[in-house]
């Protein structure tokens, strides 16, 4: 049976759990402690001896926190017998719902790394899951990401940066059957996608089959707005088949049939140690929906007619009276001023009051901070813990250790415990099936790269060009010029690979003749402007500069920016290698992978479609070029691309549903092997 301590615990205690908050305040409240499953081990030698007490197939949850992704892979048949955190708040609650270890190991050491992935091979683990923590994948730090990557070597600085590496190097050790990783949108969102693509193509190397893709969790049942990166592979090149949607489930079918508690509502003799009202429960009718009655089918016997945590924040008086005035349209600039203690100008969404008939905002780790975010839909408070529980899919049954703020934490950081059930057992039904992958991301991006090494004359000239400045002066001048002119256009400009050449006298005044003969001449002016602009800023032309760089100069767009920087991006740490979306990039890779990116979530969906056919390894830069001059001259718009001259047509969707006939090979060719690429799991 749980027990509940009081708040002013120990100082020792106290200063660990402001620590785990990373400076957030405390929510008063009990302090829960939660027992150890009847399974649970101490030791790396213990949980080996004691393996064959386990349900089969056994799981590993790295970066586990609470452990919702344990909770839904156990629904879905594993035995999540490794959890590894480094909260030991979240540990003691996922110590309390899974057998085996959980474990506050540091994964930023590279000596237990090593130990981890051994672990995992002996045990033979079917399926290591984590998501490495997302500080990697911010926009700071480029550089030293590029420079590990590329160079494989550990900077000492913040470990957290290179966790995701650890991941990798886990799993190159262990090889488990599958691997399942849960992240942040951002880390497909980021202009180089740097890291995702890596981790694909070590994967791949590795003999893994793997897909990744943005979704939105509430299309699996999920009451809420909340997106997440999924990444699964699976060994020996076989095809994940993604689980099907289910119906979306709104707020009050999710938390409805919870009873109405007022802001700051604690059960009575809420600090006496071993009292069952002191561990936070209230008196419960019956689940209603579907979705309720799944919340509450692994309650205790005896316990039916008990909602634990169902505990929230003091509202203060100013902030009733601002919730009083709000519906779930309601901005936060709309409410009275005398009520406002932020400025709305910068926090317009400061306070939200949530919609019984919609899906809750997504539930994060701020919860813990404040609940503004949060608002009840009919009363006049914040969330409490188990209202946010259920919106996380967390089961009424599972509880949280520590303090209440703790638990919002461990909530607000976790995978929904439903999204992470159906995955599970599409992994064990993709496995079961053992559909191979048609073709590896990586096999991709070598046909596309060898189309494009191979290409006698390109429709876009400046594909191969020595210099950026030579790219924005032909895509100002020559984008989108007839096919039959471009040729000739781009040899009146093609030597001219500096501003400095351009603006000489003879060259201007050529450069002028040929762009007024195409009617162009406006062109030739934005020219010699940028021209005079890079002569004054030459540093922004090197290899090291960045796309922001370019576009301060005249009539640089971002698109022109972006493509000088992929055709021409430097070497090594200091390149630059972004990930283009431009509408014909696009058609490709809407047409090849049968999926709608050319006008819908483009810059999501479809970033992630195009990494899928250039890879992350020493082939994708001219895969990536090869993708552009593909959609320029072979895979045109209209209803008649030239399909017979794709490299790709053997595996695109909309040449198979038209019936189109190649003329080229569709073997992998060897001219083009990995070239010098450092694999993860070699030594």
């Known amino acids: 049976m749980s027990t509940v301590q009081p708040s002013r615990a120990g100082s020792s205690r106290a200063a660990s759990e402001k620590r785990d908050t990373y400076g957030v305040k405390l929510v008063r409240g009990p302090f829960l402690k939660l027992p150890p499953h009847p399974l649970s081990v101490e030791t790396e030698l213990e949980l080996i001896a ?50 085996g270890l959980s474990v506050n190991w540091d994964l930023g050491d590279e000596d237990l790394v090593e130990r981890v992935g051994n672990l995992i091979k002996d045990l033979d683990v079917a399926i290591v899951a984590g998501g490495p923590p997302c500080q990697p994948f911010s926009r700071a730090g480029r550089s030293a990401l590029r420079d590990l990557v590329r160079r494989g070597r550990r900077p000492p600085h913040d470990l957290r940066r290179e966790l995701w590496q650890s991941f990798l190097r886990i799993v190159a050790i262990a090889r488990p059957p599958a691997v399942l990783m849960e992240n942040v949108p951002d880390m497909a969102l980021d202009k180089d996608m740097l890291i995702l693509r890596t981790m694909v193509d070590e994967l791949e190397a590795l003999g893994y089959g793997v897909e990744e893709r943005l979704v939105a969790t509430s299309e699996y049942g999920v009451p809420q707005l909340r997106q997440r990166l999924i990444l699964v592979a699976i060994a020996g090149g076989v095809e994940f088949k993604w689980p099907q949607s289910q119906p979306e489930v709104n707020l009050r079918s999710a938390i409805g049939d919870l009873p109405p508690v007022d802001g700051g509502w604690r059960p009575d003799n809420g600090d006496v140690p071993d009292d069952p009202v002191a561990s936070g429960w209230i008196t419960y009718g019956s689940p209603v929906t579907k979705f309720q009655q799944r919340m509450r089918r692994d309650v205790p016997g005896g316990h039916t007619d008990r909602l634990y945590d169902h505990i929230t924040r003091p509202v203060r008086e100013d902030d009733a009276r601002a919730f009083a005035q709000m519906d779930s349209t309601t901005l936060y600039s709309e409410i009275d001023d005398d009520l406002k203690r932020y400025r709305d100008d910068i926090f317009d969404d400061k306070y939200k009051r949530l919609d019984w008939n919609s899906l809750s905002r997504t539930i994060t780790a701020h919860i813990a901070k404040d609940g503004y975010w949060y608002i009840h839909p009919e009363h006049d408070r914040t969330l409490t813990v188990r209202e946010a529980a259920r919106i996380q899919t967390f089961p009424d049954n599972v509880r949280f250790a520590g303090p209440p703020t703790a638990a919002f934490r461990q909530i607000g950081n976790a995978v929904p415990p439903l999204l992470g059930e159906h995955l599970g057992r599409s992994i064990l039904e993709s496995i079961a099936e053992g559909h191979r992958e048609p073709l590896s991301t990586t096999q991709t991006a070598v046909l596309l790269a060898d189309w494009f090494v191979g290409r006698e004359y390109l429709s876009v000239p400046w594909l191969r060009s020595t210099t950026r400045w030579q790219v924005i002066q032909a895509e100002i001048l020559w984008a989108r010029i007839a096919r039959k002119s471009v040729r000739e256009a781009w040899a009146s400009t093609a030597k001219l690979v500096s501003p400095k050449l351009t603006l000489e006298p003879s060259n201007s005044a050529a450069l002028e003749m040929y762009a007024r003969l195409r009617g162009r001449e406006d062109r030739a002016a934005v020219v010699m402007n940028a021209a005079e602009w890079f002569v004054d800023h030459p540093d922004t032309l090197k290899v090291t500069s960045s796309v922001t760089e370019l576009v301060a ?91 017979g001259n794709c490299p790709l047509l053997a595996n695109c969707d909309f040449a198979k549903h038209n019936n189109f006939q190649t003329t080229l090979p569709l073997t992998i060719p060897g001219s083009l092997r990995r070239r010098g690429s450092r694999r993860v799991g070699a030594r």
């Open 50 to 99: 004691r393996a064959d007490e386990f349900r089969r197939p056994l799981a590993a949850d790295l970066f586990c926190g609470a452990g919702g992704l344990s909770i839904g892979l156990t629904e879905a048949g594993f035995d999540v017998i490794l959890g590894i955190d480094h909260d030991d708040a979240a540990l003691e609650t996922h110590r309390a719902y899974h057998p």
């Open 553 to 643: 100069a005249p009539g640089v767009s971002p698109a022109v920016a972006d493509l000088a920087v992929r055709v021409c991006p430097g070497t090594a740490a200091d390149r630059p290698d972004p990930v283009l979306v431009t509408n014909g990039v696009l058609r490709v890779a809407s047409r090849c992978l049968g999926i709608n990116v050319e006008s819908e979530n483009r810059y999501s969906d479809g970033r992630l479609a195009v990494a899928r056919l250039i890879g992350g390894d020493d082939n994708s830069h001219e895969a990536h070029l090869g993708l552009i001059e593909l959609a320029s001259s072979v895979c045109v718009a209209g209803p008649n691309p030239d399909c």
